[in-house]
């Protein structure tokens, strides 16, 4: 449910309504924007009598959210949702390019990498530092050495980092270093861990799971938002399908939906679905193309040498020539770089 107040709503009149939600035991959240005051409710479990609300000082209309994912919607935002990464902005104009390796593996391959991808323009590092591996007996990531060197390179540079949070016991951990919390395909379900980065500060990666509707993937968000964290970043980054010709079938027909049903910026890594790094460029193109607000790309100085995902990781001079093509297609979306 939604409450929609006067755009001139007085702090009184809204203090009020929270109250009145808190009171019936239902949770409010305060939606911001520029058209007008809205409020969520969620915590019910069944039909809310709008009445107590809709008779409340300033409140002009009480709507019922007919969709299945409630703060997700934009039916109770109708403008887009503006995510900042220490001063990054997703959501916007701007395409945001996130790209580093699939693992922080050593000090020199991060300060070699940072370099080249600062040189090339990125705005943001990836780097896994705990990695959810099919083998057990994969390499699984350098835990906090990781994190102590992502947070060297961005001492050195000034970009933040996306790390993934593969679980409850390690996010506090992960918590202290990250600019940005992803949750991976295989966790996107994983609603303890859903609900513990909604109480996070930090802003959400959430990625689509390995065979999630739409639905299933708001549902993930919701579970974020509900605990009071709306700062959420969706990706899209393929899907398992009879195709065999890529690693995972990159839906591109996921973006414009997710752009009329929600509020929240979407991004694209093309290097998951194609699982070879010559097809990154063209899935980026097209992912930008349709929509997505910007990219994670998997990127390392030694693709040949790397620990994990080597063979979709683009070398840094591609990753370049990828800007590059960005940069003229931009204009044409109505976008920049
Ligand atoms: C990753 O980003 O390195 C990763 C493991 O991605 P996904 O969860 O999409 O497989
Ligand atoms: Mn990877």
Do not use: W
């Not at 503006?82 to 395409?95: A, E, H, P, R, S």
């Amino acid at each position: 449910m939604l409450v929609v107040m006067s755009k001139t709503a007085s702090q009184q009149s809204i203090d009020t309504v929270i109250k009145a939600i808190k009171d019936a035991g239902l949770i409010p959240h305060c939606i911001p924007g520029t058209i007008r005051t809205a409020i969520g409710v969620t915590g019910n479990t069944g039909a809310i009598d709008t009445e107590q609300f809709s008779t409340l000082p300033d409140v002009i209309q009480v709507i019922r959210v007919t969709a299945p994912y409630k703060l997700v919607s934009r039916e109770i935002k109708p403008e887009n949702t503006l995510v900042t990464v220490c001063g990054v902005v997703f959501g916007n104009k701007q395409i945001q390019i996130i790209a580093g390796p699939c693992a922080v593996e050593s000090r020199e391959q991060m300060n070699i990498l940072s370099q080249k991808l600062q040189d090339a323009g990125v705005k943001m590092l990836r780097g896994g530092v705990f990695k959810p591996r099919t083998s057990p007996y994969s390499f699984q990531g350098l835990a906090e050495k990781g994190l102590e060197i992502l947070a060297e390179v961005r001492e050195k540079t000034g970009i933040p980092f996306v790390t993934e949070a593969v679980d409850t016991e390690t996010l506090p951990l992960i918590e202290q270093y990250a600019d940005m919390l992803q949750i991976g395909a295989r966790n996107m379900q994983n609603y303890s861990l859903l609900r513990a980065v909604g109480k996070s500060k930090k802003p959400i990666l959430l990625k689509r799971g390995i065979s999630a509707t739409l639905e299933e993937f708001f549902m993930a968000a919701e579970y974020i938002m509900a605990e009071g964290n709306y700062n959420i970043v969706l990706c899209e980054r393929g899907i398992r399908t009879f195709t065999q010709h890529n690693r995972f079938t990159l839906d591109i027909g996921i973006i414009p939906t997710v752009k009329q049903l929600s509020h929240l910026p979407i991004i694209v890594d093309p290097s998951h679905s194609a699982g070879i790094r010559d097809k990154v460029i063209a899935l980026s193109l097209g992912a930008v193309s349709a929509g997505a607000d910007g990219l994670i790309v998997e990127v390392h100085p030694y693709p040949e040498k790397a620990l994990s995902d080597g063979a979709q990781s683009l070398y840094p001079q591609q990753l370049e020539q990828l800007m590059k093509k960005l940069a003229i297609i931009a204009p044409a979306l109505d976008r920049c770089m």
